[in-house]
């Protein structure tokens, strides 16, 4: 037996016992960052900011006037048009000798109201060869660095919302005069790119030259006709908010960590008593009802605010009913109140009709996905091309190795 | 089914019978009908089973229309559901077409796939119906429901062909010679064409 399940329960049971003892604490502390919401003052926040910064180790997002607010959502359009996208990739295999990966990007357009149709597809893209998996530097062709692992997974993001806009573009005349709303699964924040030590150069290539002009693509779409775009993150994780309730909760008129606190443990800083171990939505989900949004935040990930510009991301969390969750858009969304309210009221019905999570996205996943038996075929079909040109296909001996799996 | 009118595409194969995927949901020709497929190869089939379900077998559908008024409301609310779902039915092959002549009997090669498959005219409605030869054969086939599947056919035919005199006197003669002491089945059959 390769995993002692014995001693793992063991473990399970004590991690168990240890979260629910800090389910009081956890509590009163959502309590009182909810209080600090209520007594929310914006210039108050601005001027700690500004006083702050550099000094404050968290990274506190742009707040709204009213960042306790919760917001009914509008009825909905009853004639619409809802596009998921979504995408699922094999990455690359160094243990055979082709050097290839695959892109597999799904789409699910639906249509509701007068005259309720569907149109759901899928398409493969293969990226082989060194100029298709390698990001080179424009200013050095000596440099590159290989699409592989996080940034693999950063130029699956771009094809996806590539392949968003090319579905919104190919909307047939009719079915333009709809509202429409494009959907893609997680954040609009590439934080694939967000790791140490990438150069500037790919996160311009994937953003600048990919991300981003797909982004100013809808952009222009939408000064002509009803469209929004935004991304669903079901169960988010982030502690954006929560990094602003640390500022607005800490003592100190200078919020210094490193002065203030930068001896003091986790859990004994004045600030983690409104914030230790909750996460934005924790605090959001004794807020909102059925339906309701939060106000409009805004990213504070350095990232963003060094290269979105015009796109940069916005945000709100909304009860769908069946979770707290987060719902990101651009700029140029969330600064029309009627996009805000069409994205709101959008997303909701999608949670209702898809059991809880948009059903554009759900099918659009079930378009994309490869699974376990797609991926070994893929692999036999790369076999088979390979030994159909007179070459020879090899696997590393490791490979090998746990396939054999012998005695 | 007075044109004839493409139902589907062959999706499953074989010398006894063929299985078609139609192009529309719920499309299914009734039980009984008599189809035909392949271009220049044409088979006959009799449709004896026909199932819709979800195209993915990993994927049930669920209920969904607690709260809503009618059932089309239900596909209304879920346009993915038409493209999700998947009517098949499944064909009794019977005969097939030599040179000009139709033969009542199993065709020496079975459909190829993504043949299409077709509904047939009067005239060739009224070959099978007045030849009857294949009615044995699907009595002896292993198709669970095939006194159902002869009983439909012979429906159809009437239906299809009100003006052919004695059709149904023809079928309970032949049918009566095919069934022999097996009176019991004989007189199932005939109380559900009467």
């Known amino acids: 037996m390769a995993l002692d399940l014995a001693e793992t329960a063991l473990q399970l049971d004590t991690m168990a016992v240890g979260l629910k003892n800090s389910v009081n604490d956890t509590n009163m502390r959502s309590e009182s960052a909810s209080t600090l919401l209520e007594d929310f003052n914006a210039k108050d926040f601005e001027a700690r900011i500004d006083l702050s910064s550099k000094v404050f180790n968290w990274s506190a997002p742009s707040f709204p006037l009213r960042p306790a607010e919760s917001i009914a959502t509008s009825d909905n359009p009853v004639d619409y048009l809802a596009i998921g996208v979504d995408g699922s990739h094999i990455d690359i295999n160094r243990h055979i000798p082709v050097r290839c990966f695959l892109i597999n990007t799904g789409v699910a357009r639906l249509r509701y109201g007068g005259n309720p149709n569907a149109y759901l597809s899928s398409t493969p893209h293969l990226f082989s060869g060194l100029t298709d998996t390698a990001i080179f530097d424009k200013s050095n062709i000596n440099r590159s660095i290989p699409i592989q692992g996080s940034i693999l997974g950063a130029v699956r993001t771009v094809e996806e919302i590539k392949t968003l806009a090319t579905a919104l573009e190919n909307i047939d005349p009719v079915e333009s005069q709809l509202p429409v709303i494009g959907l893609v699964d997680g954040t609009l924040v590439m934080l694939d790119l967000l790791r140490a030590g990438i150069p500037d150069y790919v996160i311009r290539n994937i953003l600048d030259d990919g991300f981003l002009t797909a982004l100013n693509k809808i952009r222009q779409m939408s000064k002509n006709r009803k469209v929004v775009i935004a991304s669903y993150i079901s169960l988010p994780g982030s502690t954006e908010v929560m990094d602003g309730i640390r500022l607005l909760g800490c003592p100190f008129p200078k919020s210094d960590c490193l002065q203030h606190c930068g001896t003091r443990s986790s859990g004994e800083r004045p600030c983690d008593a409104y914030a230790l171990g909750l996460l934005d939505r924790d605090v959001f989900a004794k807020r909102l009802s059925r339906g309701q949004r939060t106000e409009i935040f805004g990213s504070s990930s350095e990232l963003v605010k060094s290269y979105y510009r015009e796109n940069e991301v916005k945000f709100f969390y909304v009860n769908t009913g069946d979770e707290i969750a987060r719902v990101e858009m651009p700029k140029w969304v ?11 009221s959008l997303v909701v019905e999608q949670c209702k009709l898809g059991s809880g999570y948009p059903a554009c996205l759900m099918e659009a996943h079930e378009q994309a996905v490869i699974s376990t038996s797609d991926r070994s075929y893929f692999l036999n079909l790369v076999e088979e091309v390979l030994e159909g040109q007179d070459m020879r296909f090899y696997t590393s001996r490791k490979d090998h190795s746990k396939r054999i799996r012998w005695l | 089914m007075g044109t004839v009118e493409r139902l589907g595409e062959v999706v499953e194969s074989n010398t006894n019978e063929f299985v078609t995927q139609c192009y529309e949901l719920y499309s299914s020709p009734p039980l009984g009908s008599l189809v035909k497929v392949g271009e220049s190869e044409i088979i006959y089939g009799i449709v004896s089973y026909s199932s819709t379900a979800g195209l993915d077998a990993t994927r049930r559908p ?10 089309q409301e239900v596909y209304e609310r879920h346009p993915q559901l038409t493209r999700l779902l998947n009517t098949e039915f499944r064909s009794h092959i019977v005969g097939h077409m030599s040179g000009i002549e139709i033969n009542t009997f199993l065709s020496p090669i079975p459909p190829r796939i993504h043949s299409f498959v077709m509904s047939c005219d009067r005239e060739e409605i009224r070959i099978f119906a007045t030849s009857l030869d294949f009615l044995g054969a699907v009595l002896r086939s292993q ?8 009983a439909a056919f012979v429906r159809f035919a009437l239906k299809m062909l009100p003006d052919v005199e004695g059709l149904k006197l023809d079928v309970a003669r032949q049918l009566a010679s095919l069934l022999g002491s097996e009176t019991h089945r004989l007189e199932a059959i005939l109380r559900r064409i009467r």
């Open chain 1, 334 to 344: 969330a600064e029309d109140e009627s996009s805000v309210s069409l994205v709101h």
């Open chain 2, 62 to 71: 669920v209920a969904r229309g607690q709260s809503l008024g009618s059932e």
């Open chain 2, 143 to 150: 198709i669970p429901q095939a006194d159902d599947v002869v």
